[in-house]
């Protein structure tokens, strides 16, 4: 599976971004997609990730009831909407995919999203 990442930008504190992320394959829908981020002289982090049927989620403490993981199998597509952002959510975000969240073998080349206060 190939992961293209989409929607990143420079966004004032307190609003919104959704990102997306393409995948290429037939295995995306049985995958299950993830979300990861990594700040400048950080190391990368979970942001969030979802099964293949949606119904399963999983957030990071920093941006549980502020982000919202989910999915379109029918388009190969995982979406990150972000909402209330903060200075601290400026991060490179990766979405990932694989057979378990223990092995996410297709990366996509990251997004920038910069939050500004």
């Known amino acids: 599976v190939q992961l293209q990442a989409s929607g990143g930008g420079l966004v004032q504190a307190g609003g919104s971004l959704r990102l997306s992320c393409a995948a290429s394959?037939?295995?995306?829908?049985?995958?299950?997609m993830a979300w990861f981020r990594q700040a400048p002289g950080k190391e990368r982090e979970h942001v969030a990730d979802?099964?293949?049927?949606?119904?399963?989620?999983h957030y990071a403490g920093s941006v549980k009831g502020r982000f919202a993981i989910s999915r379109d199998n029918a388009k190969n597509t995982v979406y990150l909407q972000m909402n209330s952002l903060n200075p601290e959510d400026t991060a490179v975000y990766y979405c990932a995919g694989g057979p378990s969240i223990v092995s996410l073998n297709s990366w996509g080349q990251g997004t920038q999203v910069t939050v500004s206060s």
């Open positions: 979802i099964s293949w049927s949606g119904s399963i989620t």
């Open positions: 394959g037939r295995t995306f829908s049985s995958y299950v």
